[in-house]
């Protein structure tokens, strides 16, 4: 990964957002600007470079990891080795520096410690997203590592198809999908397995439960791995037993509205406007008000990345940009549908990761 080019384009940033320093502490954003993956560490940017701080702990990962930056370890936590190291520096200068930080990750505490500790040389300001703006539109590596991470992702359906049967536990079926995963080399789910069945179909975030997969009725799984520290995010929907007709009429409206999504994506659209495609799907199917959720999000080091694909949102989608596409729509205590796969925006258009059939699969 680019570290080192990555860091410098945030240095470059700097002046014309009225920063001179950005203290980095979101671990995410840490791993993206140097590839230190552990859980304690700050990146200081400044026109003078990056510096990365670290605990003792973290001594031989960080010679290992990090690359694009000096690393300096201290006996204290990162964010307060930060601001030691800048309240004693020399910055040669007349007036208050601005230290940028990034208000949404830091916790009141712990910035009241580093304003006392910095006053009066710096002043504290909250950063714009400038690490997050940089993540949305992904490099080669990048998109090469979400690739694999889908593709594993892909793979645990099968077993989940092999393994749902009328009486199994939710939880079991999500049990094979994880092992399945750590055996083909995962990190770890990306978040927690949703196996969502009968009725629970109707829960958009059902969590494997001990419930009993029913005779008959919508199973919604919706799951993803961490590989090479990238998300992967997918969602099938089966029907155990013979579907309704009204059963089977709601899957196709999903599935519409999915690939209207899909083919809407393109460079110069805006998040909301691929979120208006699957919406206008639904409406003419008389499902809008059951599609309670927005239609997609980014996704790479983060499950949840920016932007955003829900009504109204003005981000325009950029070549590089990995989102997913993910309509679904749920009838309280009836059933639900959700169908979502992971797309690379393209010069041209975009390309679904894994794209397998989406006929309904009956089990
Ligand atoms: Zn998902
Ligand atoms: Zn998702």
Known sequence: MDHSGRSRRLQEALPENNLDLLLVTHLPNVRYLCGFTGSAGALLVSDRGATFFTDGRYMAQARAEV????????????????????????????????????GESMPAAVRDRMAALLRPKFKLRSAPPLVERARM???????????????VGAGLF????????PGTKEVEVAGTMEYAARCAGAEGMSFSTIIASGQRSAV?????????????GFVVC????????????RTRTVHVGRPARAARQMYEAVLDAQQAAI????????AGEVDG???RVLRKWKLARYFTHSTGHGLGLEIHEAPRLAAAQRQRLEPGMVITIEPGAYIPGKWGVRI????????????VLAPRDKELIVI
């Open 158 to 165: 099968r077993m989940a198809r092999k393994k749902i049967r």
């Open 222 to 233: 919706d799951f993803g791995v961490i590989l090479a520290g990238y998300c992967s995010d």
């Open 340 to 351: 979502e796969d992971v797309v690379v925006v393209t010069p041209s258009g975009c390309e």
């Open 67 to 102: 690359s694009g930056a000096r690393i300096l370890i201290a006996r204290k936590a990162p964010f307060l080795a930060a601001a030691e190291s800048l309240a004693g520096s020399r910055t040669g200068r007349v007036g208050k520096q601005v230290l940028g930080v990034e």
């Open 277 to 279: 495609a699957a919406r």
């Open 204 to 216: 958009v975030h059902g969590r494997a439960s001990n419930a009993m997969i029913p005779d008959r």
């Open 137 to 151: 539109v992904k490099d080669a590596d990048e998109i090469g590592c979400i690739r694999r991470a889908v593709e």
């Open 263 to 270: 083919a809407a994506v393109r460079p110069g659209v805006t």
